[in-house]
């Protein structure tokens, strides 16, 4: 998504219809939850503690993957540049190392997402679809990870994606790490859907997807975990965490982020941590540990665990009352500077 001059209206709807006390606590637990980062010299893979991405030419950085084939690296894309491009990130410098652009497919439109499935063959999501979610269609396109980093152009294929009940906008599209079919999870305010695609997509015709499961949050991506058990879901104010169970998700806890424009997520290959990513310029990528492992519940953010309420679409809740002065004003200054962070085209 790209900022402009206009203020977002599904932002204006999404606070006019949830109530304000609702909507500040979710700011408050987003405001004042720091997500747990690997401790410097840990054993993990490269930016498993977080980093920045440091490449000027990646401002609008909206989908992460974690690359298999060449630990420590992860792939990332602007929703919107100048061409099709995609950018391998080294997680110990948080330096291009390589950008990758794809031949044989049309311009992208608005690329929201990028996973790595089996084979390590990377996904993209050119799924958006905010100005008025008019497109009949949009894209997927498919290349295998280069097995040298360095620039280059890699061929993709290209498939056309429609869904079941009619155009989406979405962020959010994962691979399932051992059956390689697709899902995309669409971005509405009130919540979406798990929407499953064919077993195995075709570049000739249309690839349907159809919605399965509700999915609680106003999603901007989705990742899954390296043993394919684990889908974590993200928005901006706060995320969830899902038991995969065969694709009839049960929703297990939920999961702290950084405030802000958030769009992006990633498991690290060792399935210890989660990354979260940010738009911007020098945007950064937060690491927690992974929910739900070694008894955590939810990377230790406030109004987390099974148990947490469903009332709000996007963002952990909180018992306010516990809350500070401080940190209530906190969130108050946040409820107001949100207009200028999700600006939107």
């Not at 210890?272 to 070694?294: C, H, T, Y």
Request: hydrophobic share 35%; no cysteine.
């Amino acid at each position: 998504m790209v900022a402009d001059v206009n203020a977002r209206t599904g932002w204006q709807a999404w606070r006019m219809r949830r109530p304000f006390a609702l909507l500040a606590s979710a700011l408050l637990v987003g405001a004042l939850a720091v997500p747990a980062s690997a401790a410097d010299g840990q054993d993990g893979p490269a930016g498993s503690d977080g980093f920045t991405i440091k490449d000027p030419r990646i401002t609008e950085s909206s989908g992460l993957a974690a690359s298999r084939q060449h630990p420590g690296i992860y792939w990332t894309h602007n929703d919107q540049d100048t061409g099709p491009y995609l950018y391998a990130v080294d997680g110990a410098t948080g330096e291009t190392v390589a950008r990758v652009a794809l031949s044989g497919v049309g311009t992208p439109r608005d690329v929201e997402a990028i996973a790595i499935g089996p084979g390590n063959r990377i996904f993209v999501g050119d799924i958006g679809d905010n100005d008025g979610v008019t497109w009949p269609y949009v894209w997927i396109y498919e290349l295998p990870e280069p097995k040298e980093l360095k620039d280059q152009t890699v061929r993709a294929t290209q498939y056309v994606v429609k869904y079941a009940d009619g155009s989406r906008d979405a962020e959010s599209m994962v691979v399932h790490p051992k059956t390689g079919r697709v899902y995309i999870i669409d971005k509405n305010e009130d919540g979406g859907h798990l929407y499953e695609g064919p077993a195995k997509l075709s570049s000739s015709g249309s690839n349907v997807f159809k919605p399965t499961v509700p999915v609680d949050l106003w999603a901007t991506d989705a990742a899954f975990s390296p043993d394919g058990e684990q889908l974590a879901v993200r928005g901006y104010l706060g995320g969830i965490w899902y038991d995969w169970n065969g694709g009839k998700i049960k929703r297990t806890g939920r999961i702290s982020v950084p405030l802000g424009q958030g769009e992006s997520a990633t498991y690290t290959t060792d399935g210890k941590k989660l990354l979260l990513g940010m738009e911007g310029a020098n945007s950064p990528v937060k690491a927690e540990d992974v929910p739900g492992r070694d008894g955590g519940d939810s990377g230790g953010g406030p109004g987390s665990g099974s148990h947490a309420s469903g009332a709000d679409s996007d963002g952990p809740g909180g018992d306010t009352l516990k809350v500070g002065a401080v940190g209530l004003l906190v969130a108050l200054a946040a409820l107001f500077g949100l207009r200028r962070v999700f600006r939107r085209r």
